[in-house]
């Protein structure tokens, strides 16, 4: 499988106060297209400050090796506006909270996501995928916390990223109910083939990935192959 | 953006109070400027119409005989064989010398001689043929036509009467009839519909004048006195008491009461007409405006008080038209303004609440553009809503206040006409500027990176005003502490609420300066004259013994020739800027000149001292010691300012009457004028002919401010309007304010609760926060309402120079900050009682 995404040597630092702190240092790393890589670590590790780098959320600190590559297209050096195109295109995003649209339902949430794509996309079919296909016309204070996370999801795919991005999709959810988000968000991987890149502090995640990444104070200090995904269903929590 | 605007619109639910208070103000604002100005166009359409049918005058005027030129030796030996035969022996020694001054151009001809003349010319019905030869010389050449305009004024009980003379043949000033017919026999009149409304007179029905009863056979106006001045004993129109009625000559000739004839001019060229009197303009230039006024420079034409009373009676009702137009449009931006406020709490509200939200369609690719268009649901449904509820509301009462306006001026009312310009700019003018408003205001708001937006506590980050205000307050105990830190939290929060606190305030200072705004004037107008009765006489006379307890007073309008400061420089006035001198005694029975100390400074006059009332020293940036330079004829006359008086009214000034007299050529004790208390003035027909004829027209003074105070009682019920809409106004921004508080310390509220606080000490924390803000707010706002009133006010009162002091005592502005506290607190408790139906566990939720 050819690379979707090659990190080369990125580094990242924020000041508090006066005093820089490396969020991450000197980090590379390669993505395939299709792939869902799962970046373990602690709080404080430098998983978020990475999905927000190479989602484009965020800048790198600037230097001549520094470089995220799209298809071969280097975005580190793209604008406000040209990464904002580029993300509408691109990508899709879920987070921790999900940040639905409250007076919209759910095919009306999904819609939103649909209108940035380029290509017409049949809004019920992705609404069918993550399972939510009776609650299409219920409004988000109907939805129990997993219905509204797949609706999150939902949306996130409705403009057919190329890449979608996770922030602790599970985060705020209890086992069950989190496995039945990570099953969708495998078959939406399945289904129209969308690299996944998840962050999250559960170990027990990390098994649905064909990629894992440990991460640790900036750094990547182990990188696993998963020879085999396990089925949502099956991993062990916590 | 379809959905986003979608979002927004269902959204609207929960912020009923802001969208409802945004409504109100696009409703009342409309709802005056339709109201206001469809009314006005029934009356300015059918004004100008109607001065062209009914011929109405340019000007009226008075004919000064000048006795050098104007008589002739031949119309004098004709009046001798005619009117003067029967004149006494010392009238014929005065007839005589001027017959011998006619032959002998050479000789004296003193201003007494003069004087002595007009009176006897007066005595014996000469003077009128005078001066209408005068105007026969002199109107081919300025191509005018003129009639003599046959009035007399009876007061009568409660009623002042101005009875003119019908005559069909008339050319200029046209009876208007607008029901029943014109009089024809002796026993007929005609009278004002407006009058006949409010007492109940009906066509047909009798009416007594002195002893005379008549039969009503119409109603008409006299197009000349739109605003029906119709004396100067009654400036203010009493619709209830003042009556214009016309008679035919016979019944004309029977009525007792006081002349009040003019000349009527009207120019055969076209005339713009203008509310304003400028006496430079040029008559040959006919194609442009106001050349009527050369024959004034050239010929002894001047103005009387009919010409100025002209300015009221036709002309008025224009300033009238533009005035309230002014004010419907100054009203409509005004309360746009402070709309436009609340929008930008509304969307500044939703854009923080909806921060997660917005990170998250930044993230997937929304730009700000298209984000804050979905912000522009509120201007555009508050527009569209408010607008057209005010345009039909402003249709429905523009015939109220046309009516309104009819019970002042007599002038017929057009029908009502659609107009489409209305009813685009209520519904456009409000879109448009607030759309335009709203729309930056979001976009500068959705500046921030969609990560900036979804970090968590992003809207809660510690600014440098609340590090500063924490210092400031650790050492003072925990509750300042937080309350303090939570006001200074959101500087925007806070300098929103300090704004609209300060429009709230502007508010409430208006209406409570305007309520006693003219009251003050009048209070302060009469507040030295201390007699009852004003006598105006016809000519000057002598004063031979003062037994009757009377102040005589030398009145003169004089013209100003020049004005020095102490150090020789020269004020800067307009042309034609001119006096009126009053001419007093410092042992005077009656008058008072009050100083700005309420004390009495007439003993400050002297000879060639002078007081000049505060109009003149406000508008003219005069000081005690200033000269100023009058003149009268080719004589002139100097004074040296030795004080103020608490006048509001035009320019006028005190002088000594007896070096006035004397600067004047006439004896030390001449007068024109008379204050006295006695009620035999009340009824000049009482009177004996010989005093009759004398007095050109009494003013009764308690009558007078009764007059004034029972139109400043109607005039109030204007300004009560105002006050109610300005309170509306107010209790909708308090509404929404006290709204958004709550709304935005929701958690807060609720954590508290859950932890135990009791809801008193829950206010005293959290919503109490802003009382401070709100009284600095308050209080700001008093200078800049009074600067902002003085400005405007002065704008309207520049062309009638007049000067209306704006002032508030410091009880009012306090009552004023009491009532925006309580309607505060009351609302700020609505909102609660909103907030505790909210479960605890609901409005703690993570939003």
Redesign the interface.
């Known amino acids: 499988m050819e690379n979707i995404i090659e990190i080369k040597n990125i580094t990242k630092s924020y000041y508090v106060g006066k005093v820089p702190t490396k969020a991450l240092d000197n980090v590379s790393l390669n993505i395939k297209k299709g792939e869902i890589l799962v970046i373990l670590g602690a709080s404080g590790g430098g998983k978020t400050t990475l999905l927000?780098l190479v989602?484009g959320?965020?800048k790198i600190d600037k230097n001549k090796n520094s470089k995220i590559l799209y298809e071969n297209k280097d975005i580190s050096k793209y604008s406000?506006?040209k990464m904002?195109?580029f993300?509408?295109?691109n990508?899709?995003?879920i987070?921790q909270?999900y940040?639905?649209?409250?007076?919209?339902n759910v095919y009306?949430n999904v819609?939103?996501?649909s209108?940035?794509g380029r290509k017409k996309v049949d809004v019920h079919s992705i609404i069918e995928t993550v399972g939510l296909k009776q609650h299409e016309k219920k409004y988000m204070h109907q939805l129990s916390g997993g219905e509204q996370q797949r609706v999150?999801i939902a949306?996130?795919l409705a403009?057919k990223p190329k890449v979608m991005f996770c922030d602790e999709p599970t985060g705020a959810l209890d086992e069950k109910t989190g496995k039945v988000v990570l099953q969708s968000l495998v078959e939406a991987n399945n289904k129209y083939d969308t690299t996944l890149i998840i962050v999250t502090h559960n170990p027990g995640i990390a098994l649905i990935g064909d990629k894992i990444i440990k991460m640790n104070s900036g750094k990547i200090v182990d990188e696993i192959i998963n020879e085999k995904r396990t089925d949502p269903k099956d991993i062990p929590w916590g | 953006m379809k959905l986003l605007l979608i979002n927004s619109l269902k959204g609207l639910k929960k912020k009923k109070v802001q969208m409802f208070g945004i409504i109100i103000m696009v409703m009342l604002s409309t709802a005056i400027y339709t109201g206001m100005n469809t009314a006005i166009d029934r009356l300015e359409d059918k004004y100008y119409d109607y001065l062209n049918d009914q011929n109405v005058e340019d000007i009226s005027v008075a004919v000064n005989v000048n006795y050098e030129n104007d008589i002739t030796i031949e119309h004098m030996n004709s009046y001798l064989n005619n009117e003067l035969s029967n004149a006494t022996s010392e009238e014929k020694e005065i007839l005589n010398y001027y017959i011998n001054y006619l032959n002998n151009k050479t000789m004296e001809l003193p201003l007494s001689t003069k004087v002595a003349l007009e009176n006897i010319f007066t005595k014996y019905n000469v003077l009128n043929k005078i001066k209408m030869n005068i105007l026969s010389n002199i109107s081919t050449k300025y191509d005018f036509d003129y009639e003599l305009e046959l009035s007399k004024i009876i007061s009568e009980d409660d009623n002042l009467i101005k009875v003119i003379l019908y005559d069909d043949n008339n050319e200029i000033n046209k009876t208007y009839l607008v029901d029943g017919r014109y009089p024809k026999n002796e026993n007929e009149i005609t009278i004002l519909p407006g009058y006949a409304k409010v007492n109940k007179i009906n066509i047909g029905d009798s009416y007594k004048i002195g002893d005379n009863t008549y039969e009503i056979v119409g109603f008409t106006y006299a197009p000349d006195y739109i605003y029906p001045l119709i004396s100067f004993s009654m400036p203010i129109f009493d619709e209830k008491t003042n009556n214009i009625v016309f008679m035919n000559q016979t019944a004309y000739e029977k009525v007792i009461g006081i002349n009040d004839n003019s000349f009527a001019i009207k120019y055969n060229g076209e005339i713009k007409r203008e509310f304003e009197l400028n006496s430079n303009q040029d008559i040959n230039d006919l194609k442009t405006e106001n050349s009527i006024f050369k024959i004034f420079n050239e010929n002894n034409i001047s103005f009387d008080y009919n010409t100025f009373t002209r300015i009221g009676r036709i002309g008025a009702v224009q300033l009238e038209f533009s005035t309230d137009r002014l004010f419907a449009d100054y009203f409509l931006y005004v309360l746009l303004g402070i709309s436009v406020v609340i929008i930008m709490i509304i969307t500044k509200k939703r854009i923080d609440d909806e921060r997660l939200q917005i990170g998250v369609l930044k993230s997937l690719g929304y730009n700000k553009y298209s984000i804050a268009t979905s912000y522009l649901v509120y201007p555009i449904i508050g527009s569209l809503i408010g607008g057209l509820l005010g345009y039909l509301i402003g249709i429905s009462v523009n015939k109220p206040i046309a009516t309104i306006y009819l019970s002042f001026y007599n002038v017929p009312l057009e029908n009502y006409i659609f107009n489409l310009t209305y009813l685009k700019n209520s519904v456009l003018i409000p879109m448009i500027t607030l759309s335009i408003l709203s729309y930056l205001i979001a976009i500068i708001m959705l500046r921030k990176k969609p990560l900036s937006l979804l970090k968590e506590g992003s809207n809660l980050k510690i600014n440098i005003f609340t590090k500063l205000i924490n210092k400031i307050t650790s050492i003072f105990k925990f509750e300042y502490r937080f309350k303090y830190s939570l006001a200074f939290r959101s500087i925007g929060k806070l300098f929103l609420v300090s704004i609209t606190s300060f429009c709230t305030g502007m508010l409430i200072i208006l209406v409570l300066i305007g309520s006693n705004l003219f009251s003050n004037v009048i209070k302060e107008s009469f507040s030295g004259m201390k007699y009852k009765y004003m006598i105006y006489t016809n000519s000057v006379g002598f004063e031979q013994n003062n037994t009757e307890n009377k102040d005589y007073i030398l009145n003169m309008n004089l013209e100003v020739k020049n004005i020095k400061k102490i150090n020789g420089e020269n004020v800067e006035i307009k042309e034609d800027t001119s006096f009126s001198i009053i001419g007093t005694d410092t042992a005077s029975n009656y008058l008072e000149i009050l100083d700005d100390n309420n004390k009495n400074i007439i003993s400050n006059l002297t000879t060639n001292k002078i007081i000049v009332n505060q109009n003149a020293k406000k508008l003219l940036n005069l000081e005690i010691g200033y000269i100023i330079e009058l003149s009268y004829e080719d004589i002139t006359l100097e004074y040296e300012i030795a004080g103020f008086s608490e006048e509001y009214m035009g320019y006028s000034a005190y002088v000594l009457r007896s070096d006035l007299s004397n600067k004047l050529g006439l004896q030390g004790n001449a007068y024109n004028m008379i204050y006295s208390d006695d009620d035999k003035y009340n009824n000049i027909s009482d009177l004996k002919e010989e005093e009759q004829q004398q007095i050109a027209y009494v003013i009764n003074l308690e009558e007078l401010k009764d007059n004034i105070m029972k139109q400043m009682d109607r005039f109030n019920g204007s300004i009560y309007i105002i006050i109610i809409f300005a309170s509306i106004m107010a209790l909708v921004i308090i509404a929404v304010i006290a709204n958004i508080v709550v709304e935005e310390n929701k958690k807060t509220i609720s954590l508290m609760k859950v932890m135990g606080y009791k809801n008193k000490k829950i206010s005293n924390i959290v919503l109490n926060i802003y009382t401070p803000f709100i009284v600095i707010a308050y209080l700001l706002s008093i200078p800049v309402t009074i600067k902002i009133l003085e400005s405007i006010v002065s704008a309207l009162t520049k062309d009638i120079e007049m000067t209306i002091p704006i002032q508030i005592t410091p009880s009012l502005a306090a009552l004023g900050l009491l009532g925006l506290l309580i309607a505060y607190y009351i609302a700020i408790s609505l909102s609660k009682k909103v907030l505790n139906k909210i479960p605890l566990a609901i409005a703690l939720k993570r939003e």
């Open positions: 927000n989602s959320l965020d406000d506006s904002t195109k993300r509408k295109r990508l899709g995003f987070f909270t940040n639905l649209l409250e007076h919209l009306e819609l939103v996501g209108s940035l999150s949306r996130a403009k």
